[in-house]
């Protein structure tokens, strides 16, 4: 169960619109290695991980990717308040406003649609962890071509925050890879798999 | 040893290390200092934050400032928690988060009894309410308090 807190996690106050800044940001709302499809990746993985310690990351990491997506989305907001018809035609943001107006809906910067073909849960605990490393890379990566073309501080200094916390998430993973390793034959770890043969663990963790 | 297996990705256990003071944290997006990365496209930032609007009333002054100290403890236990989450048994982790954490309850309780509830734990938490304190306040992406 999840509880509401009337706040953001890091602020958003942007003073000056920019819808078209608003359409590249939105990718991180909805895109391929957006905070939605992060969230829904780590929350999934969860139910099956083998070790306890794990499943918890993933819970605390996957909120975390759902107050991210709050971020993001109050940041979309917020550039394309209060446009008129003239400047959403200017910018390129037409497209969007005609089948959204000025609501929030998650798609990438190019457009497509959020999926869930985005994301995998493939019920192997190395498998799923290898993936989370990769997928902190790719938002990484995501904020930095953002930075390298957004100038307002009001906008950078969140995607600044965001982008680091890519790092963290990553570091912690790999924990939890070391961590799923322990209880794996060190000789051979893809003897079995860990979340689906369970027997097969070593000190069995989940019980 | 383990660092020497083939096929397989290796991450080093961090260290419990130097930490960020609560207001460097928030803004470098970690508390520790060894974590800190940054991205070359980032560094002609001025300092950090943006200048404050002039608040519109003492009131909304006081209400960002509380909120303000809010944001940077509960930053503090976020990262606190992932830490927590793969090293459970680290003293300095366990004891930075129970004093964080009993700071985290007396701010939010404050803001609760001053301004209005962040969560729904804070609502009618006084006799005086009247009305259902959960729907007051901006909303959280309104960018008009903090």
Redesign the interface.
């Known amino acids: 169960m999840w ?13 000056k619109t920019c819808p078209k800044t608003a359409q590249l940001i939105i990718s991180q709302y909805g895109g391929p290695d957006g905070e939605l499809s992060a969230s829904m990746r780590y929350l999934a993985q969860r139910y099956t991980m083998p070790i306890k ?1 794990v499943g ?2 993933l819970t ?2 996957g909120t ?1 990717e759902l107050a991210h997506m ?1 971020i993001i ?2 940041m979309v ?2 550039l394309t308040k209060d446009l008129t018809p003239e400047q959403i035609k200017e910018s390129g943001f037409d497209a969007y406003y005609i089948d959204h107006t000025t609501a929030l809906w998650p798609q990438a910067a190019g457009s497509l649609p959020f999926s869930a073909i985005e994301l995998q849960s493939k019920g192997d605990a ?1 498998t799923d962890l ?1 993936e989370n ?1 990769a997928a902190e890379q790719k938002a990484r990566t995501v904020y ?1 071509n953002l ?2 073309v957004i100038k307002d ?2 906008v ?2 969140p995607l ?6 890519e ?13 799923t ?1 322990e209880h794996l034959d ?1 000789k051979n ?2 003897y079995f798999n860990p979340e689906f043969d369970k027997q097969m663990l070593k000190n069995k963790p989940f019980l | 040893m383990e660092n020497e297996n083939l096929a397989i990705a290796t991450v080093p256990v961090q260290p419990w290390g130097p930490l960020f003071t609560e207001d460097e944290a928030l803004c470098t997006g970690t508390i520790f200092r060894d974590l800190e990365m940054s991205f070359f496209a980032t560094e002609d930032l001025p300092s950090t934050k943006h200048a404050p609007a002039t608040p519109a009333s003492q009131e909304q002054a006081e209400r960002e400032h509380l909120l303000g100290q809010i944001f940077l403890t509960s930053f503090y236990l976020d990262d606190l928690t992932l830490f927590l989450d793969t090293h459970p048994q680290d003293g300095d982790a366990l004891k930075c988060f129970q004093e964080k954490n009993t700071q985290r309850k007396a701010l939010k309780q404050q803001f609760a009894e001053k301004f209005y509830p962040l969560t729904r734990d804070c609502v009618c938490c006084l006799d005086k309410d009247t009305e259902f304190g959960w729907t007051k306040g901006p909303m959280p992406w309104e960018g008009a308090c903090v």
Request: include cysteine; charge should be positive.
């Open positions: 509880n509401y807190e009337k706040r953001l996690q890091f602020p958003v106050k942007i003073t310690e918890g990351l605390d990491i975390e709050e989305c109050a907001y917020q190395i290898t490393l930095e930075l390298r501080p009001d950078r200094e600044k925050f965001l982008r680091a916390r790092v963290v998430h990553f570091q912690r993973f790999g924990e939890a890879l070391e961590k390793k060190a770890f893809y």
